[in-house]
């Protein structure tokens, strides 16, 4: 990293420190308002901590494995540039590339009202295996945003080779919240899904999600904005979204978290994954030279109850 950059993060109150997930480095930005974590491993944006309030986003405390492909649990992991199992490959790991390799931190700065501005990048040509495992050649870069009441993150995409690319794809974010039984998902109301824990069978929603238990569903052609009520944090999570037509729901359940070696029996308690994406028939192409964005905002608000 050049001098300029180390200066230019060091005037938004940010350093970099060495991690011990997978020994990479981690971007923190410390403010009166707020602090953020960004991990360059997956160029997962980790955590997100409004002042005098808990993490927006769900942190594992299980380590997870050494290998290039394990994962610990935290924040909001990129799905890309294949959502769900690889359609050939079935040694590939789930959910693509992007989240189990090294992002470049790029840029450090404000935004014209005074947000701080953080942007990392990942290209396919920075890593032999990522060549090997996706012959078309890409460039990734995500913008974040962060103020008081919340972060932004700008994902885009550009297809840098001559053939169209075939994407599906999320920001998997973890949320943290104090109970999956009383969380609350508002907005998917009359929205289609498709239901992976009743074999894939489309349903529809009738009225608010809770508990978030149990849960695998891509919701299709979803609206842009949804919301997490947490009523033992006393907060509304406020989700919007541009670029994304499905909005995927996940949440292990006891049984599933009790089989799974990468994460504690009790985390599934502690977090609702609001998905922004475009999975199964959402899915798109992204032209030879074009770029596509994927937008996500949440800001928090007290939940305002009588
Ligand atoms: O890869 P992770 O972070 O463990 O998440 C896995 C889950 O991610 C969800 O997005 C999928 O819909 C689930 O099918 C999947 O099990």
């Not at 080779?161 to 907005?187: C, I, K, R, W």
């Not at 299709?220 to 541009?242: K, N, Y």
Request: aromatic share 10%; net charge negative.
């Amino acid at each position: 990293m050049n001098g300029r950059l180390m200066k230019d993060l060091e005037e938004l109150g940010g350093e970099i420190r060495p991690a011990s997930f997978k020994k990479c480095d981690e971007i923190i930005i410390d403010q009166p308002g707020f602090s953020a974590t960004i991990a360059l491993w997956g160029g997962h944006l980790k955590s997100f901590v409004p002042a005098g309030q808990e993490d927006l986003l769900f942190q594992s405390s299980q380590p997870g494995g050494e290998g290039r492909f394990s994962r610990q649990h935290f924040g909001i992991p990129v799905c890309w540039p294949w959502f769900g199992a690889h359609e050939v490959h079935d040694d590939y790991p789930a959910h693509g590339l992007a989240r189990y390799f090294r992002w470049e931190f790029i840029e450090a700065g404000h935004f014209k009202n005074g947000d701080v501005k953080i942007v990392i990048r990942l290209a396919s040509e920075d890593h032999p295996l990522i060549e090997e495992m996706w012959p078309q050649a890409f460039e990734l870069r995500q913008v974040f945003r962060f103020s008081r009441k919340g972060f932004r993150i700008n994902f885009s995409a550009a297809n840098l080779s001559d053939q169209p690319m075939a994407v599906s794809e999320a920001l998997h974010t973890y949320f943290n919240v104090s109970d999956n039984q009383t969380a609350q998902v508002h907005g998917l109301d009359q929205v289609a899904y498709v239901d992976k824990f009743d074999n894939g069978d489309r349903k529809l929603q009738n009225g608010i999600v809770t508990p978030c238990d149990t849960m695998d569903r891509v919701y299709l052609s979803a609206p842009e904005t949804c919301e997490i009520q947490d009523l033992g944090l006393q907060r509304r999570l406020v989700i919007h979204t541009e670029g994304s037509n499905s909005t995927i729901l996940w949440n292990p359940g006891a049984e599933i978290a009790k089989q799974r070696t990468d994460m504690m029996d009790e985390d599934f308690r502690r977090f609702v994954c609001v998905e922004a994406g475009n999975a199964l028939s959402d899915a798109y192409e992204i032209p030879p030279g074009g770029i596509h964005q994927l937008k996500l905002k949440v800001k928090h608000k007290p939940l305002l109850t009588e």
